[in-house]
Every structure is written in structure tokens, then in C-alpha cells.
């Protein structure tokens, strides 16, 4: 089965950097749609960025220009480079995959920026 199993996160001051990862198993990584999401706490689920097959990319505005997302198939993993965070960044983020029309997600991992 589909597995996404994410990495990386941690408490960091605002300005600082993170990389987050998310290794994929049980499917044929490049053909899946990879993305990431995020939840604060209180907050809906929102997308953060995405990157398609054909390796086009898409961030949600909040993250333009800070976040970069990018996938490395010989290991099956997508990354999430963060820079510039500020404490509204600040939620649980969320490994997504668009795989044979089905959708599977992670369980996540946690992101705390300090003022």
C-alpha cells in the first residue's frame, strides 16, 4: 500500500530554515502528483506547494519566494526547503500524493516558529 512518511520538522526562530522530507513507498513515484499541506492549530487544512509529473510547481501565496518544493526520484522523496519562517508558519505539514486518481497523505510533522 501507499505509504508517505514525513521528516524534518522542529522548533526554529523566526528568520530561520527547515527541510522538510517525505519518503514514498508503494507506488510509482514519478508518476504521483506530490505536495505538502498544512494545519495550524484552530485552522483549516491549506495547500502549501505542489509539484506534478512533469515537475511544474505550485505555492500557495503565503510561501512565494520563501518555500521550495522539490522531489528527488532515485529515493522516492520530496522535499519542502523552508526559509525566511515566521511564526505563522507555525502547523503540522502534511505529505500528500495524487497517485491513479486516488489521494494519500501522511501523518505529519510538526513546525513551531518562535518570535
Known amino acids: 500500500q501507499v505509504q508517505l512518511v514525513e521528516s524534518g520538522g522542529d522548533l526554529v526562530q523566526a528568520g530561520g530554515s527547515l527541510r522538510l522530507s517525505c519518503a514514498a513507498s508503494?507506488?510509482?513515484?514519478?508518476?504521483?502528483?506530490m505536495g505538502w499541506y498544512r494545519q495550524a492549530p484552530g485552522k483549516q487544512r491549506e495547500l502549501v506547494a505542489t509539484v506534478t509529473r512533469g515537475d511544474s510547481t505550485n505555492y500557495a501565496d503565503s510561501v512565494k519566494g520563501r518555500f521550495t518544493i522539490s522531489r528527488d526520484i532515485s529515493k522516492d522523496t520530496v522535499y519542502l526547503q523552508m526559509n525566511s519562517l515566521k511564526p505563522e508558519d507555525t502547523a503540522v505539514y502534511y505529505c500528500?500524493?495524487?497517485?491513479?486518481?486516488?489521494?494519500?497523505w501522511g501523518q505529519g510533522t510538526r513546525v513551531t516558529v518562535s518570535s
Open positions: 508503494g507506488l510509482i513515484f514519478r508518476l504521483a502528483t
Open positions: 500528500a500524493a495524487r497517485y491513479l486518481n486516488r489521494d494519500y
